[in-house]
């Protein structure tokens, strides 16, 4: 049952990245909710950036499913564990950069935090 629960938060975070991931490429102004104040999206180097972020989202992702379909759930646990450290560094460039205080706690902070249970939840079982 723990390991059924922590599978479907894992796939939701899985699909979560791949859509976010996936957005940046079809509608770029999106990506100002990550929090960096002052992006302008018709800047050719944010539009690397977010090119090169989009690309690491959608193999995140993907890694999980794999992962879910192959992997043991101590397995899966454990690469989220390592995984916790995206959002979290991600927290830390928006509070560095200045961003709004819902952007690093809200989204990102709540990511890693709901991530690092998960891979409790996967440890454990």
Same mark, same amino acid.
């Given at each position: 049952m723990l390991v059924d629960v922590a599978n479907v938060l894992a796939a939701l975070i899985g699909v979560g990245i791949v859509f976010i991931g996936a957005r940046a490429f079809w509608a770029p102004q999106a990506a100002v909710g990550f929090g960096i104040?002052?992006?302008? !999206?018709e800047d050719r180097n944010f539009q690397a950036w977010l090119s090169v972020k989009a690309v690491r989202d959608v193999a995140l992702g993907?890694?999980?499913?794999?992962?879910?379909?192959?992997? !043991?759930?101590?397995?899966?646990g454990w690469f989220m564990l390592a995984a916790t450290g995206i959002p979290a560094g991600d927290a830390l460039i928006v509070w560095r950069s200045n961003g709004p205080g819902s952007a690093v706690y809200g989204i990102h902070g709540a990511t890693a935090v709901v991530m690092l249970a998960i891979s409790v939840l996967l440890l454990v079982a």
């Open positions: 104040p002052d992006t302008s !999206t993907v890694f999980i499913f794999i992962l879910l379909m192959a992997a !043991t759930p101590q397995v899966l």
